[in-house]
């Protein structure tokens, strides 16, 4: 059973940095693109960005110059690293991946739960 866990959510206030991270776990062979959503209230889930295997990232518009994605192959693990946070980054905050297990060689996609950021003062 595959399960992605994030953590790191909060309050923070406007302008302020947040970290994020989603850790992958059970019987994983490989992963290919981790990315973040998000989803403010009364809205439909949107793009944040993600990141290939081979590190290469991509990022939406609204968060691009403030937001970083990374990723630890080793240990399964995506991050997102927030700065100069805006109060319409509240959001909960989704990770994805693509990935293979050990018993199949289909590509599955996989979320986590979300977890909470709020930008307020």
């Known amino acids: 059973q595959v399960q992605l866990v994030e953590s790191g959510g909060g309050l923070v206030q406007p302008g302020g940095s947040v970290r994020l991270s989603c850790a992958a776990s059970?019987?994983?062979?490989?992963?290919?693109?981790m990315g973040w959503y998000r989803q403010a209230p009364g809205k439909q889930r949107e793009y944040v960005g993600r990141?290939?295997?081979?590190?290469?990232?991509d990022y939406a518009d609204s968060v691009k110059g403030r937001f970083t994605i990374s990723r630890d192959n080793a240990e399964n693990t995506v991050h997102l690293q927030m700065n100069s946070l805006k109060s319409e980054d509240t959001a909960v905050y989704y990770c994805?991946?693509?990935?293979?297990?050990?018993?199949?060689?289909?590509?599955?996609?996989?979320w986590g739960q979300g977890t909470q950021v709020t930008v307020s003062s």
């Open positions: 994805n991946a693509n990935l293979r297990t050990r018993s199949s060689y289909v590509w599955e996609n996989h």
């Open positions: 059970g019987s994983i062979s490989s992963i290919d693109v």
């Open positions: 990141i290939t295997s081979s590190d290469s990232t």
